[in-house]
T-cell receptor, first 115, second 113 residues
Framework: DQQVKQNSPSLSVQEGRISILNCDYT??????FLWYKKYPAEGPTFLIS?????DKNEDGRFTVFLNKSAKHLSLHIVPSQPGDSAVYFC??????????????FGTGTRLQVTL | KAGVTQTPRYLIKTRGQQVTLSCSPI?????VSWYQQTPGQGLQFLFE???????NKGNFPGRFSGRQFSNSRSEMNVSTLELGDSALYLC????????????FGSGTRLTVV
């Protein structure tokens, strides 16, 4: 049962344009969401997070939007740069269940930023 | 400062064998979590250790076990290896429990033949 879904396995975007990566979740207990970026042969690197009490969080070129009613979040990267080419993982946590340390990950979206 | 160190980086084992993977967290980090990454499944939570005690466990069979030492270093063990255990095993450390400042290591790539 995949509680966090990233339905697009890959995405190709031109340099300078906006990249939008999507993530859906099914567990209504999730209240904290994170995005990680992963390069080959390296571990995932934390990018940005959002609590369920917010609907938007911004950090430089990265913005995460959360739509709780739709159980959907998205990561926007503007403008996209070639160095952004990596696999992006969405992750969720349920703090109220006492398992905040357990992250449930999606299967990842491979972003390729072309010149 | 040094990151999360996982050893070995690569490992090839035969079905039925057992394997032990090691993780040294960032200095001062007391929470260590383990994840398994396989194609098509993403990262799946194995377990979390804090103060030498397992605090959370994922949905993996009992063949997967771990422990944490007093210096916060952690090991995970997989017994009676199966072909399906081939994966990238990632360790993440955090300063405390329920702190999202997770830093991941580069992982151990385990291949079971």
């Amino acid at each position: 049962d995949q509680q966090v879904k990233q339905n697009s396995p890959s995405l190709s975007v031109q340099e300078g344009r906006i990249s939008i990566l999507n993530c859906d979740y099914t567990n209504s207990m999730f209240d904290y969401f994170l995005w990680y970026k992963k390069y080959p042969a390296e571990g995932p690197t934390f990018l940005i997070s959002i609590s369920s009490i917010k609907d938007k969080n911004e950090d430089g070129r990265f913005t995460v939007f959360l739509n709780k009613s739709a159980k959907h979040l998205s990561l926007h990267i503007v403008p996209s740069q070639p160095g952004d080419s990596a696999v992006y993982f969405c992750a969720a946590s349920a703090t109220y269940t006492g398992t905040a340390s357990k992250l449930t990950f999606g299967t990842g979206t491979r972003l390729q930023v072309t010149l | 400062k040094a990151g999360v160190t996982q050893t070995p980086r690569y490992l090839i084992k035969t079905r039925g064998q057992q394997v032990t993977l090691s993780c040294s967290p960032i200095s001062g980090h007391r929470s260590v979590s383990w994840y398994q990454q396989t194609p098509g499944q993403g990262l799946q939570f194995l377990f979390e250790y804090f103060s030498e005690t397992q605090r959370n466990k994922g949905n993996f069979p009992g063949r997967f076990s771990g422990r944490q030492f007093s210096n916060s270093r952690s090991e995970m063990n997989v017994s009676t290896l199966e072909l399906g255990d081939s994966a990238l095993y990632l360790c993440a450390s955090s300063p405390a429990r329920d702190n999202y400042g997770y830093t991941f290591g580069s992982g151990t790539r385990l291949t079971v033949v």
